[in-house]
């Protein structure tokens, strides 16, 4: 299971990145059938998601940690963890994610279900692990 959790953190981290603005890249990795209920609580699909991101100008500054993965079946996994963004007046706005992905044939694993919610709790900054 460590193996399948790495490879998965890495997937879902590396849409914290510049990667978050290539269009191939999500095109990969998100699946056709990709839906997402943002931490604002708007839903949207893939197409949606694909065309906000590459539009963003700046770095996410996502940090993430707390990754915890559920087996849901055997090509299925649900990944939960914590995010921190630094805001402008230089606190953190802190919520809780959680991913389903996919083992899709050909291709390997996509993310096929996001959602953020806000936190409840103050988050102190996580480190990625």
Known sequence: MTAILD???ALE??????RRNDKQWLERVLH???REITRSGKRVDRHQTIAALIAET????IESGDFQLQILSEKSV???YKTCVRINTGNLR???RS????LT????WQLVFHQGTPAAETLTSPSTR
Do not use: N, V
């Not at 981290?13 to 510049?18: G, N, P, V, W």
């Not at 700046?58 to 500054?61: A, D, K, T």
């Open 78 to 80: 649900l990944l939960t």
């Open 94 to 96: 802190g919520a809780l």
């Open 58 to 61: 700046e770095e996410s500054g």
């Open 105 to 108: 044939e050909g291709t390997g």
């Open 7 to 9: 490879e998965i953190k």
């Open 13 to 18: 981290c590396s849409l914290h990145t510049a």
């Open 99 to 102: 991913s389903i992905w996919t």
């Open 32 to 34: 056709p059938d990709f």
